[in-house]
């Protein structure tokens, strides 16, 4: 039973066993196929904005879905990771060479105020950064190489 429930935990497609480390070059790449199709799974993260800034971690920012609740105290910004902190999050299979990307979607859920998505050390932010209350912004992750990676917005969605 125990079995069963470890293959069906959410967010993983590929169960990798302990102590295995993933590698380009395993089983003709089949370990590290299973560890980008567990970065592609997405997931989400609740983050509170008790005031004006939010600062993502990294493993926050790769699940893919971060929900900001609670109400901000004035319009708020949102930090993402480092792109070096990104990259570390996505694992050593993850091509670095803009070819691997990821949808982030950031919801703002009814915090009352607008939130600003600012980047990270080696991080470039491209498009519309604002996320009005109530209000999905969906983004695509590229990892450019090992310290940059590019955030880009592909549009909104009112709640």
């Known amino acids: 039973m125990n079995g069963i429930f470890n ?17 380009k070059t395993a089983n003709l790449g089949l370990i590290g196929l299973m560890q980008n199709v567990n970065k592609y799974a997405q997931t989400m993260s609740s983050v ?8 993502l971690t990294a493993p926050q920012m790769v699940n893919g879905l971060v929900q900001v609740n609670t109400g901000a105290t004035g319009a708020f910004t949102i ?14 299979t993850v091509p670095l060479d803009g070819t691997f990307s990821k949808q982030i979607d950031i919801v703002n859920n009814n ?3 607008t939130g600003t998505l600012t980047a990270g ?15 999905k912004r969906s983004f695509v992750m590229r990892a450019l190489n090992s310290a940059a990676v590019s955030i880009t917005n592909i549009g909104s969605l009112s709640l």
């Open 79 to 92: 930090t993402t990771p480092t792109a070096s902190g990104i990259v570390a999050e996505l694992g050593q």
């Open 7 to 23: 293959f069906l935990r959410p967010a993983i497609v590929f169960p990798i066993p302990l102590g295995l480390t993933p590698d």
């Open 48 to 55: 509170a904005s008790a005031g004006t800034a939010i600062t």
């Open 121 to 135: 050390t080696g991080v470039t932010l491209v498009g519309t950064l604002t996320i009005a209350t109530d209000t």
């Open 111 to 113: 915090v009352g105020q």
